[in-house]
């Protein structure tokens, strides 16, 4: 009988022990599932920096500078005169007008005349001044001669006024053809002829003329 009971108790012991055994096998497989099954978080990374695409840079233009024109190196200025009547008078007065023009600095005295006649004949750009040339009178030329200048004017010049107003177109022609030479002496002539008579109530003209002689012959 009591070796039954000791039998049994051994049996129970051992019994116990599976259990007990198995029961530690279970929980260790618990724990390696979960080692498992558990995954570490990712590691965090920095974001990368959005690139910023700069828009291109618009070019910038400047304007150019406007230089002023350069004087070509053979260009001179010439001062000359330029004679009118004063519009704002009463009386017939004759006066002057200055004005510069530029030359090539081998341009001959010819061509300085003839260009200071050809401002006369475009009329005055001023309200105080006044021309008695008929308007449509032409420069044919203006030649310098050994016995003074001789201009040539066209058919125009001896139309229209009575005169007086024929006095004052030969003194415009007279005084601006010796504005380079006040002493000069001046050839009038009309379609290539000498003038000696101008006009249909014949002012008549003792060339060659000279400044002194006008005054000393016409008033004005």
Known sequence: MQNQQQHNSTRFSLATIAIALIASAIASGCQGDDT?????????TSPTPTETTQPPETPTTQEPVASAPNKPEDAKEQTLEIY??????SDIEIVSSTVDIEVKTDSSPEAILENAMQQLLAGPQSDRHATTIPEGTKLRNVTLKSDGVHVNLSEE???????????????QILYTATSLNPDGKVWLEMEGEPIEV???EGLLLDQPLTRQSFEADFDL
Not at 84 to 89: G, K, L, V
């Open 36 to 44: 498992q099954t558990t995954s570490s978080p990712p590691p965090k």
């Open 84 to 89: 009118w009547f004063d519009a704002q008078s």
């Open 157 to 171: 010049f001896s139309l229209g006024g009575g005169t007086a107003s024929m006095t004052g177109r030969v003194a």
């Open 198 to 200: 101008l006009g249909g």
